[in-house]
């Protein structure tokens, strides 16, 4: 009598899909929304340090990432990473308050991005309220049904995506260094710029934003289970990642800001398509629309891809709860925890607006998910040495420290409200973590058999 083999995570992403998964995550409609907000909020032409400060703290948490990443490469990412930093004691815990906030930041992650589609097609459309929301809800489904498939299948999709994506963000530099005066931002970068307590407070509330923009750099993390040789290219992968998206926004800031009045940069709801429409005229502004609006949704497809893989991680470890453990039988994917999430964040999508979505999600991440990790790597490091990490953290723990109390400062330049807000959702956590312990929904995880989904494949 034949034994069922039971469906398991596939090795088959490999460091172009994994660096295409990560850069269409980072390049949502965030940077083409963001870019007047911030200049708005630090108001002079030295807005581009809140760019720079942004790919500073990503290049720091991604140290963290990496030295965590290539060591337990298993889908889940942080759920991991949590567990095992705080050990028997304190991992139960960690791992489940990190999978019970992701049920919500997640879903506000894939909203915000069906958000900023349905608000830059008001370029097209001049959309009521309700129709915004009616597309936003639309785009989260459109995004559900393609993912709904197996994973070679979506690698390819990414790339088709993440090609796209460079292209748009290439003909949007392109067009500033032809227009000849590229290089006159960066002369005058510190024009009116004081090293002062305001500056400070700005550069803190602007960098919110950016921040924002640069999350995704880690999406590899999530699909560890997935990437082959993952001890190598999960690092490489988001260094690679950040560093050409760091280029691309400081580039595109600086082309923008080479044509455009700042007064125009600061008021546009549109600003890059207003940008390329002023540089190549009505028919070009409108195409180079059509284009961001693929980018949002190329990064709301990786964005809720690698989502999807942490509860079911969590359950199948006997963390969260069981009913996010099966994977399909045919596709072998997470299929539930795919749209538990986008169910989830359809209605996100209907109810809330992007500034408070952007706000929200890193109120309710730092905390556990940054922080929390940080420290966690400091724990696991203590107990198991340097040798337990293939990829060593340069100048260990000084990156660690550094990218802790940046996202301090981030965290109180949220703002009281949404502090409050993630420490509401940690406290529920808390309280739902002791009832299903209590009622044994969740408890040690089962013996491993040679089929494990999560096998490291090193």
């Not at 509860?311 to 749209?339: G, I, T, V, W």
Request: proline share 4%; with cysteine; hydrophobic share 55%.
């Amino acid at each position: 009598m034949s034994t069922q083999i039971q469906p398991h995570l596939d090795r088959k992403l490999s460091l172009l899909h994994a660096t295409a998964i990560n850069m269409i995550d980072m390049v949502g409609i965030g940077p083409f929304v963001v870019l007047s907000v911030v200049a708005q909020i630090i108001a002079g032409p030295y807005f581009l340090h809140a760019w720079i400060a942004g790919a500073v703290l990503s290049y720091l948490d991604a140290m963290v990432w990496s030295q965590l990443g290539a060591a337990l490469p298993r889908a889940g990412g942080s759920f991991h990473f949590l567990k095992e930093g705080y050990g028997e004691k304190w991992g139960s815990l960690m791992s489940f308050l990190f999978v019970w906030q992701t049920m919500i930041q997640a879903p506000l992650v894939i909203a915000s991005a069906a958000i900023g589609f349905s608000q830059y097609a008001n370029y097209f459309f001049h959309l009521s309220f309700l129709q915004e929301k009616a597309v936003s809800g639309t785009v989260v489904i459109l995004v559900i049904a393609l993912l709904y498939r197996k994973i070679e299948s979506i690698g390819k999709i990414s790339v088709f995506l993440w090609v796209g994506v460079l292209g748009t963000m290439l003909w949007i530099i392109i067009g500033g260094v032809a227009h000849g005066n590229f290089l006159e931002p960066i002369k005058h970068i510190n024009d009116g710029f004081k090293m002062e307590h305001g500056f400070v407070a700005a550069l803190g509330f602007a960098s919110v934003k950016t921040v924002y923009s640069y999350l995704g750099y880690y999406n590899v993390c999530h699909l560890g289970g997935e990437i082959k040789n993952p001890s190598k290219n999960i690092p490489r992968s988001m260094f690679i990642s950040i560093t050409g998206i760091a280029l691309l926004y400081l580039a595109m800031n600086i082309s923008v800001a080479s044509v455009l009045p700042f007064q125009t940069i600061v008021t546009s709801k549109f600003v890059v398509s207003d940008y390329i429409k002023v540089l190549f005229g009505q028919t070009a502004g409108a195409i180079v629309t059509v284009l961001i609006l693929m980018v949002a949704f190329a990064s709301l497809f990786s964005a809720t891809l690698g989502y999807s893989r942490i509860p079911y991680a969590a359950a199948q470890d006997r963390s969260f709860f069981p009913f996010f453990k099966e994977l399909h039988p045919k596709l072998h994917f997470p299929h539930r925890s795919l749209l538990v999430l986008g169910g989830i964040a359809f209605v996100f999508s209907l109810l809330f607006r992007l500034k408070e979505v952007i706000d929200g999600i890193l109120a309710m991440r730092i905390l556990i998910q940054f922080i929390g990790q940080a420290f966690g790597l400091l724990l696991l490091f203590k107990r198991k040495g340097k040798a337990y990490f293939p990829w060593k953290m340069p100048l260990y723990p000084l990156p660690l420290f550094l990218a802790i109390a940046i996202w301090i400062g981030i965290f109180f330049s949220t703002g009281k409200k949404m502090m409050l807000s993630g420490l509401l959702v940690i406290g529920l956590g808390l309280i739902t973590y002791f009832i299903a312990k209590k009622m044994k929904w969740i408890g040690q995880p089962e013996m491993e058999d040679s089929t494990d989904a999560n096998h490291e494949g090193k």
